[in-house]
């Protein structure tokens, strides 16, 4: 028997998944590997679990997604997360930081049942690994995938993104040019794209694995960003992965 394959979406674009979608050719090959028991982006069809794996994207943002979340665990053997909607809230995680906006948004606010909060998945149920990215990297998506059904650790790193601009060969843009980057303390993933067409990294893939957010804001500041600026780079993707909330809100409170 294959293993069956679940995929799930929560609050978010839908792009974690088209990233699946998009992988073409080694998608046929997967496709050989496991059975796709539910992935309402790709099929219709729709077999009962358990599930051998189950991909979740997007952020818990009603009681119902927590409900739900809850029973695609119980119905998982092994959960991993997709994206910075599902690992650390995404940008609807931005409600976190203002007041209630319902009110002014809607004129029944009554009617909408929403969690105050964008949280991730891990804030509600045990995750057994997180792949990070908005979207996700295709090349890692299948490294992890590959990685379970060889019964392996998925082989994927934690360094920042400054590593894959010296790899490229790539002028760093924050030394030679004075361009704020957020690459020193952001995870690799996606190939430097930003920095390798003269802009600085935004940030995409959250935290790597020891950010030195302070140090960092310190060089930014002396290249004349302001703390309100400080607040908007911390505050994008991944808003609410912790390393980047409390640099934000470090420089929200001068």
């Keep these: 028997m294959k293993p069956t394959l679940a995929v799930w979406k929560f609050a978010s674009c839908d792009g974690c998944q088209l990233t699946l979608l998009n992988c073409e050719d080694e998608l046929l090959q997967i496709a050989d590997c496991v059975q796709i028991a539910n992935f309402t982006e790709a099929s219709s069809a729709v077999i009962d679990g358990p599930y051998d794996l189950s991909l979740v994207e997007g952020s818990i ?5 927590a409900e739900r979340i809850r029973k695609v665990r119980d119905a998982s053997r092994v ?11 995404g940008i609807q995680a931005l409600r976190n ?6 009110p002014v948004v809607y004129a029944s606010p009554e009617y909408i049942d929403t ?13 057994d690994f997180e792949l990070r990215g908005c979207p996700i990297d295709r090349k890692q998506l299948l490294e992890v995938i590959g990685a379970f059904l060889t019964g392996r650790k998925p082989n994927v790193r934690g360094h920042s993104v400054c590593v894959e601009c010296k790899r490229a060969g790539l002028t760093c843009v924050m030394v030679a040019h004075g361009t704020p980057c957020l690459g020193p303390v952001t995870q690799a993933g996606c190939g430097a794209l930003c920095p390798a067409v003269g802009r600085g990294c935004y940030g995409c893939f959250g935290p790597m694995e020891s950010p030195n957010t302070p140090a960092l804001s ?23 992965a912790e390393p980047f909330r409390k ?4 420089h929200d409170a001068r």
């Design 247 to 250: 640099e934000a809100d470090t």
């Design 97 to 102: 930081f203002s007041a209630d906006l319902a």
């Design 218 to 240: 310190r060089k930014w500041l002396e290249l004349g960003v302001a703390d309100h600026g400080l607040v908007r780079a911390f505050r994008t993707f991944t808003a609410a």
């Design 61 to 65: 943002t009603t009681p119902g997604d």
């Design 115 to 127: 969690l105050r909060t964008s949280t991730a998945i891990a804030d509600h149920v045990t995750v």
């Design 79 to 89: 959960l991993l997360t997709i994206g910075a909607c599902a690992t650390s809230g």
